[in-house]
C-alpha cells in the first residue's frame, strides 16, 4: 500500500493530503533488530523504529520543529517532546526523507545512505572479523550496538557520545585504543551540529572532569578528581539517593560513570550548548523533565574566578581573598608574601571544606600515608601544597601540588581537608636570635618606611608635571595595550572631513561617522564633543576597557585617535545599524523573525554576561538600551558605548554615585532613584530590552491606552492575567513555539523586579534561557506604574519631578 503512493507526487496539496489520509490507516512499526538484510527506512508516510527490549529508548529518523534536516538519533520511547540523546549524522543530515540505516554483514559496521545510495555516516568497523549473524540492536540503557554472532559488541553508540551522558556510560580514556570518550554540546538546542564545549577527562596528573572551550580548549568548570568517594565537586553525588557514581584508574583505561540506583529511573546529563552541565530527571507525575543539578549556580563554579593562589569564597564579603601567605598582586592573582623558606620554617595550614584544586600538574601515590605525605612535601621545595588521595580510608594516599594554587573553593558542605604550605616568621628559635631580630627588623622597617614615603613623595612632585597624555601614554605603556593610535588627518580623510552625509548618528558624547580607511577598511568614528561630559578622563576610561574586551557580542575598538582636545574613538563598521533601527519601525520590524529575536537576545545575554563576569574585570555597562545594541552583518548583535561602564574591584559589589548617569526608562529604581548601582542594574536595562525585543515597543513612550501602563507594566498586567502571549509582536510572522516565547517574557520579567536581588545574575539568565529549568514566579516589576510616574519605591518628590522633567531626552547625562 505504501508502494502505491508516487514518490513524484508534483502537487504539495495532494501530498499532505494523502500523508494525512495514510497516517489515518498506518500504524507506526517498530522493529527489535536491524539486520543486514532489514535495514531502518526513513519514508515519509511511514514511521518506523528501532525499539529497547522493554521500550524505553527508540532510535530512528527525525527532524526538529521548523527545520527540514533529517537525523538518525536515539530519544526516549514514551516521553514528549522528543528527547533526544545521541544523534549519528550530526555534521551530515538528509535533506529528505531517504535515508536508510544498514549494517554491513560482513564487515559489521553501520552506515547510514542518502536516496542516491551515497554514505554519509557510517561508523568504524571493528578490528576483529565478526562472526555471523551481525545485528543492531537497541539496549535498554539507550546504547545502540552492533553484535556478532559471539554477541561480542563490534560498534556501540555509548562509545562515541553525543552531548548526554546516560547512566552506564563511560566518560575517559581508553589507553589500549587511544580513544577518548566525551560530551561535545550541540550547537543550540535545535541543531546538533557539534558546539564548542567539551566535557571530559583531563588525564594530565591527578585525573580529573572538566568542561573545556574551543578553540583554545580552556577549561570553563571543572568538576574535579576523585577523592575516593565522589569528584571533589560534586559532594552530593556520595548521597544521591539515585545514582552512585563511579571514577576507574588503571592501566587500560579511565573512567567516570554514573549508575542508576532504580533501573526504573530515567535520568539524563546533558552538556548544554552554553557549557553548562545540567541532570535532568524525568517526573511521570508532572510529565517533565526537573533540574537535579545543579541545584543553582555561584560564581566560584566558574573556573579560576580569583586567579592564582586565591580561595573562592561565596559566603565571604569578598569571593576571592588571597590564600594565607599570599597578597593580592592587583592583576588577578596573589603572590607569596615571603618565598618558601626551603629547608626549614615552612609548616602547613589546613584548610576545611574545600574543593581540591586542579590537579592537571599534580603528583599522587596511592600508598603514602597522611603523614608522610606532608614530609615527603617538605622535602621538596617545590612542593606548595598536599592533600588526602583517598578519603574513603582515613590517612590513606598522597596528593601533592606544585607552584600555583589553581580553582580553589569553599565547599557549603562535603568539602575535604587541604593542607597549604606557608613559610613561618624568622628568628622564632632563640630568644637571642629574636632580640637581635627584633631590633634589626625594627630599624629596617624604620628606613623602609622613610625610603617609601620618600618615593611617594617624588613621584607625586613627578606625576604633577607630568602631562595629561604622558601620564596616559605611560598608562597605557604599563597596561600592555597594543592599541593602534590612527592620525587625525586621516580620519578627517576617511570620513570626508566628518561630512553630515557620513553621520551614522548621535550618542551620548558626540556624533558618530562612518569612515572608509585607505586600505578600504570600513570604521566608525565616535568623535567627542568638546562640551561632552567625557573628559580625558572618561575617555582613557573607556578606551582602556574596550582595548581589553574581546568577545563577539561586543563591538570591537580598532583604535584611537588624540589631538589636542579632539578626541576620537575608532571602532569596527556595523553595517545594520542598530537593534532600535529594526524592532521599533513597522516595515523593518517585519524583517527579523522569532528565532532571529531570540538569537540577538541570547547575544546580548552572552555579551553582558562576558562584561559581568568573564572579563575578569567586573564591569557594568550602565546604559544598556536597544540603540546600543549595534547588529553586524549576519545581524549578530554587539553591544557598544561603554563610555559609562565602571570597572568594578572584585571586591566591591555596590557603589554609589551622585552623577547618575543613563537612560531612562531602561534605569532600575534603585539608580534612577538613589544612584546606587550594580551589575542587576545592567540586568534590569537587560530585561527591558527583552519585553522590547518580544513586544517591538519601547517602554518609555508607549503607554497602555486603557490602563495607563508603561511597557513593564503591561508586561506584568498581562502576565497576571494569564495572557502573557498577547504582548508579541503581531507584524511577525514567523512561527515561534508557545513555551519559548513564554520562557523569554518570563526571563524577562524576572529582570525587572523592583528589588535588585529579586533579579537574577546574568548568568542565571543565560542559563534559564536556555534551559528547560522551572522559573521563579516573578513579582510586579519595578518602575510599574506609569500613570503619574510615581515609582513603587518610597523615592522623594524630587526625584519624580526629575524622572517626568526629563522624560523629553533620550540620553541623561547627568540628573543631580
Ligand atoms: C508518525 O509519528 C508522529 C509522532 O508520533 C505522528 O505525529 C505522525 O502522525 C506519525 N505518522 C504516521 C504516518 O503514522
Ligand atoms: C524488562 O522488564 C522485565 C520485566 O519488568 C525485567 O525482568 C527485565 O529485567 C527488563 N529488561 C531490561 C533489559 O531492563
Ligand atoms: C547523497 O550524497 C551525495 C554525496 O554527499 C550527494 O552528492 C547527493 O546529492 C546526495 N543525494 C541526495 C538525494 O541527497
Ligand atoms: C571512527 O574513528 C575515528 C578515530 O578513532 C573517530 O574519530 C570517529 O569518531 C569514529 N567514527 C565513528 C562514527 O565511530
Ligand atoms: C580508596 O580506598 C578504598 C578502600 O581501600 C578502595 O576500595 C578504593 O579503590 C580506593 N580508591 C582509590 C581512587 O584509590
Ligand atoms: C523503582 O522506581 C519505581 C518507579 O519510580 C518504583 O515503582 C519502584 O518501587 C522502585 N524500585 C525500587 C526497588 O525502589
Ligand atoms: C568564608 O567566608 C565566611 C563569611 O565571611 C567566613 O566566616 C569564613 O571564615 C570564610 N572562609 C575562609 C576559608 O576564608
Ligand atoms: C620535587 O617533585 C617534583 C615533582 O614530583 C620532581 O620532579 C622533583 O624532582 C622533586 N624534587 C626533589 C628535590 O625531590
Known sequence: MIETVPKSMESFEMLVVCVLFLSLITMSSTLDMITPTQPLRDPV?????????????????????????????????????????????????????????????????????????????????????????????????????????????LWQSFDYPDDTLLPGMKLGMNFKTGHHRALRSWKSFTDPTPGEFVFGVDTRGLPQLVITKEPS???????????????????????????????????????????????????????????????????????????????????????????????????????????????????????????????????????????????????????????????????????TAYAQLNISVPGSGCLHWFHDIVDIRILAQGGQDFYLRITTPKFQDHAFNRKIGGIVVGCTIFIIVLVVFGIIFCLKRKKLKQSETNYWKDKNEKDDIDLPIFDFLSISNATNNFSESNKLGQGGFGPVYKGILSDGQEIAVKRLSKTSGQGLEEFKNEVMLIAKLQHRNLVKLLGCSIQQDEKMLIYEFMPNRSLDYFIFD??????????????????????????????????????????????????????????????????????????????????????????????????????????EIISGRKNRGFRDPNNQLNLLGHAWRLWIEKRPMELMDDSVDSVVVPSEILRYIHVGLLCVQQRPEDRPNMSSVVFMLNSETLLPEPTQPGFYTGKNNSTTTDSSSRNCDAYSLNEMSETLVEAR
Open 45 to 153: 508516510n511511514e514511521n518506523v523504529t528501532l525499539v529497547s527490549t522493554n521500550g524505553t529508548f527508540e532510535a530512528g529518523f527525525f527532524s526538529h520543529e521548523k527545520s527540514g534536516s533529517r537525523y538518525l538519533g536515539i530519544w526516549y520511547k514514551n516521553i514528549s517532546p522528543r528527547t533526544v540523546v545521541w544523534v549519528a549524522n550530526k555534521e551530515t543530515p538528509l535533506q529528505d526523507h531517504s535515508g536508510v540505516l544498514e549494517v554491513d554483514g560482513d564487515e559489521g559496521f553501520l552506515s547510514i545512505k542518502n536516496g542516491t545510495g551515497a554514505k554519509i555516516w557510517f561508523s568504524n568497523a571493528s578490528s576483529h572479523t565478526p562472526s555471523k549473524p551481525v545485528a543492531v540492536e537497541l539496549l535498554e540503557s539507550g546504547n545502540m550496538v552492533v553484535k556478532d554472532g559471539d554477541n561480542n559488541f
Open 217 to 383: 580548549d580552556y577549561i570553563v568548570y571543572r568538576p574535579g578528581s576523585w577523592n575516593g568517594l565522589s569528584i571533589t565537586g560534586l559532594p552530593g553525588e556520595i548521597t544521591d539517593p539515585l545514582i552512585k557514581s563511579f571514577f576507574v584508574m588503571n592501566e587500560d583505561e579511565i573512567f567516570y560513570q554514573i549508575q542508576l540506583l532504580n533501573s526504573s529511573t530515567k535520568l539524563r546529563s546533558r552538556l548544554i550548548p552554553e557549557g553548562y552541565q545540567v541532570r535532568l530527571i524525568w517526573s511521570d507525575e508532572t510529565k517533565r523533565w526537573d533540574t537535579q543539578y545543579p541545584g543553582s549556580f555561584d560564581e566560584c563554579e566558574r573556573y579560576s574566578l580569583c586567579g592564582a593562589n586565591t580561595i573562592c569564597n561565596v559566603s565571604g564579603a569578598h569571593h576571592c581573598e588571597c590564600l594565607s601567605g599570599f597578597q593580592s598582586n592587583f592583576a588577578d592573582s596573589c603572590d607569596r608574601t615571603a618565598p618558601l623558606d626551603c629547608n626549614k620554617g615552612d609548616k602547613f595550614e589546613k584548610y576545611e571544606g574545600m574543593k581540591l584544586p586542579d590537579t592537571s600538574s599534580s603528583w599522587y601515590d596511592k600508598s603514602i600515608s597522611l603523614q608522610e605525605c606532608e614530609k615527603l612535601c617538605l622535602s621538596n621545595c617545590s612542593c
Open 586 to 691: 513597522s516595515t523593518r520590524s517585519t524583517l527579523i523573525g522569532w528565532a532571529k529575536r531570540f538569537e540577538i537576545i541570547g547575544g546580548i545575554a552572552k555579551g553582558l554576561l562576558y562584561l559581568h563576569q568573564d572579563s575578569r574585570l567586573k564591569i557594568i555597562h550602565r546604559d544598556l538600551k536597544t540603540s546600543n545594541v549595534l547588529l553586524d552583518s549576519n545581524m549578530k548583535p554587539k553591544i557598544s558605548d561603554f563610555g559609562m561602564a565602571r570597572t568594578f574591584g572584585l571586591d566591591q559589589d555596590e557603589a554609589n554615585t551622585n552623577k547618575v548617569m543613563g537612560t531612562y526608562g531602561y534605569m532600575p529604581p534603585e539608580y534612577a532613584v538613589h544612584g546606587s548601582f550594580s551589575v542587576k542594574s545592567d540586568v534590569f536595562s537587560f530585561g527591558v530590552i527583552v519585553l
